[in-house]
């Protein structure tokens, strides 16, 4: 489990290890909304133990969660 008071994560995308040997082995990435800066960052994390790999971020803007797969005119 993964958690930070006043973050949100949104829907985590797999991206196995090439050269992982168990089902797991690779990285859950998914984007985050600071609700306390504001802002949205790329998070890693290790997909077996849920450690922390990564924090990239912010992003240019925030990115707001349920915009996966929509389209508008």
């Given amino acids: 489990m993964w958690s930070v008071p006043g973050h949100y994560p949104g829907e985590p995308i797999f991206v196995a290890d090439p050269e992982g040997a168990s089902e797991d ?10 609700a306390t800066k504001n802002v949205t960052y790329l998070l890693l ?13 912010p ?8 915009y996966h797969g929509r389209y508008f005119a």
Avoid: K, S
């Fill in 25 to 34: 082995d690779g990285v859950l990435m998914t984007n985050v909304l600071d």
């Fill in 45 to 57: 994390l290790n997909a077996t133990t849920m450690a922390e790999q990564a924090r990239m971020g």
């Fill in 59 to 66: 992003t240019p803007h925030v990115v707001p969660h349920g």
